[in-house]
Nanobody, 117 residues
Framework: QVQLVESGGGLVQAGGSLRLSCTAS????????MGWYRQAPGRQRELVAD???????NYADSLKDRFTIARDGSKNAVYLQMNSLRPEDTAVYYC???????????WGQGTQVTVSS
């Protein structure tokens, strides 16, 4: 069974940075797209950013100036660099991977990001 494992969350002061990592149990190029979503308390899960297997990136409009998604195929990993963090960025961040032919829609366990003011 394919697994996604996130890491890198934590507590940071406003204005700080964090880098989240998502490691897959198989090559990330087997997925059509991988991405990061987040869910704050009382809110719906929302897309942060994603990247296709061709390297095309997509961001939530409100986040593209501060967040960057990247990948490292040699490590089967996708990263989310988050800069200039704000208290409203506080949420559980989830890694997602989709593969259309195999009908995969996989989620990691989530990693908590808390930004203090």
């Amino acid at each position: 069974q394919v697994q996604l494992v996130e890491s890198g969350g934590g507590l940071v002061q406003a204005g700080g940075s964090l880098r989240l990592s998502c490691t897959a149990s198989e090559t990330i190029f087997s997925f059509n797209v991988m991405g990061w979503y987040r869910q704050a308390p009382g809110r719906q899960r929302e897309l942060v950013a994603d990247i296709t297997n061709r390297g095309i990136t997509n961001y939530a409009d409100s986040l593209k100036d501060r967040f960057t998604i990247a990948r490292d195929g040699s490590k089967n990993a996708v990263y989310l660099q988050m800069n200039s963090l704000r208290p409203e960025d506080t949420a559980v961040y989830y890694c997602n991977a989709r593969q259309s032919l195999k009908r995969w829609d996989l989620w990691g366990q989530g990693t908590q990001v808390t930004v203090s003011s």
